[in-house]
């Protein structure tokens, strides 16, 4: 089979010595010895893009950004140390981006290890694009249904509305989020699509005894749970939860009219 720029990715990363793999808030990392140097990131937070992010040298982000603008950009969070954004389907040459992976690399890397380094190896360019499925999850076939169904019952609520937080669907009880959908994925690199709701601290140390359930990230100590719908919905069991967490947010005048 063909390789995609994720396999592309992988071989540009991981022939480095040391180099290892592990996955964080759901995006591909790169280490060595404890130590980022390359995160890959598709689609972050709806921006269309697919990329690496890397520990780059000093004054590195500043030229390629201002010289090369159509190839490189500032990233997010960590845009501010100095990492540099590389865009992987923008007709850059592999071969370049191979090279700014080894720089990204040898700044953090021991060294010993950069010592041991041999010639870059020629990686060959991915013949087959990234699919649309895989850019964007939500495009895919079981991610429109699973939309279709979830704003048909949100919806169907007093006073509600759809929006979007950080490029992911979101559902409010007037002004006030209630419910979210959200993509991640897996160690094994799969999609995961996960139905976020307001369940409260309390509820969720006995839900995540279910291994469907877990307590997300930057939500959770705010009593968010997260439910992954990969092995199917129980639909009763959904409409359960997303209607605790409107009544949580919903003014008086909207459970009057609920109820």
């Known amino acids: 089979m063909a390789k995609d720029i994720s396999a592309a990715v992988r071989e540009v990363c991981l022939w480095l010595p040391e180099s290892e793999e592990y996955l964080s808030h759901g995006s591909p990392n790169f280490r060595v010895r404890g130590k980022t140097y390359a995160t890959y990131v598709i689609n972050h937070h709806g921006d269309g893009r697919v990329a690496l992010w890397l520990n780059s040298p000093e004054g590195a982000?500043?030229?390629?950004?201002?010289?090369?603008?159509?190839?490189?950009?500032?990233?997010?969070?960590?845009?501010?140390?100095?990492?540099?954004?590389?865009?992987?389907?923008?007709?850059?040459?592999?071969?370049?981006?191979?090279?700014?992976?080894?720089?990204?690399?040898?700044?953090?890397?021991?060294?010993?290890?950069?010592?041991?380094?041999?010639?870059?190896?020629?990686?060959?360019?991915?013949?087959?694009?990234?699919?649309?499925?895989?850019?964007?999850?939500?495009?895919?076939?079981?991610?429109?249904?699973?939309?279709?169904?979830?704003?048909?019952?949100?919806?169907?609520?007093?006073?509600?509305?759809?929006?979007l937080q950080f490029g992911w669907p979101v559902w409010r009880a007037g002004k006030k989020t209630f419910a979210s959908l959200h993509a991640a994925r897996d160690t094994k690199g799969r999609t995961r699509l996960k139905l976020y709701f307001w369940v409260g601290i309390e509820a969720q140390g006995l839900m995540t005894a279910d291994s469907r359930f877990e307590i997300p990230a930057y939500l959770g100590h705010q009593g968010w749970i997260a439910l992954d719908t990969s092995g199917g919905c129980d639909w009763d069991q959904v409409r359960a939860l997303a209607l605790a967490s409107y009544r949580h947010f919903a003014l008086r005048r909207m459970l009057a009219a609920l109820d």
């Open 61 to 163: 982000q500043d030229h390629y950004t201002r010289s090369e603008p159509d190839s490189f950009f500032v990233p997010p969070y960590v845009g501010p140390r100095g990492w540099l954004g590389v865009h992987l389907d923008k007709k850059l040459p592999w071969k370049r981006i191979a090279e700014l992976v080894r720089q990204a690399y040898e700044k953090v890397a021991p060294a010993p290890l950069v010592a041991s380094l041999g010639r870059t190896p020629t990686i060959q360019p991915p013949p087959r694009k990234l699919p649309a499925a895989d850019r964007d999850p939500l495009q895919s076939r079981s991610g429109q249904a699973l939309l279709k169904r979830l704003r048909k019952l949100y919806l169907s609520w007093p006073e509600t509305s759809e929006g």
